[in-house]
């Protein structure tokens, strides 16, 4: 997931992801799907980590 990441793209606009997934890589629907909801997961995660670190650090 870090190439998503990298790309500067909002893992959160499921919309342009999957247009961004289709035109640069080719990705299918099914694979587009999964790799969004991968993106989101890490991104919630390293905010909850974030938060967690400020509050504890």
């Known amino acids: 997931m ?5 790309s500067g793209i909002d893992p ?3 919309k342009v992801m999957r ?8 990705i299918l629907q099914n ?5 969004i909801y991968e993106a989101e997961i ?3 995660v390293e905010k909850l980590l974030r938060i967690a670190y ?4």
């Open 42 to 44: 890490s991104e919630e």
């Open 12 to 14: 959160l606009d499921q």
């Open 31 to 35: 694979s587009q799907w999964t790799m």
């Open 19 to 26: 247009n961004w997934l289709k035109r640069e890589h080719g």
């Open 54 to 57: 400020e509050q504890n650090g």
């Open 2 to 6: 870090a190439v998503v990441q990298a």
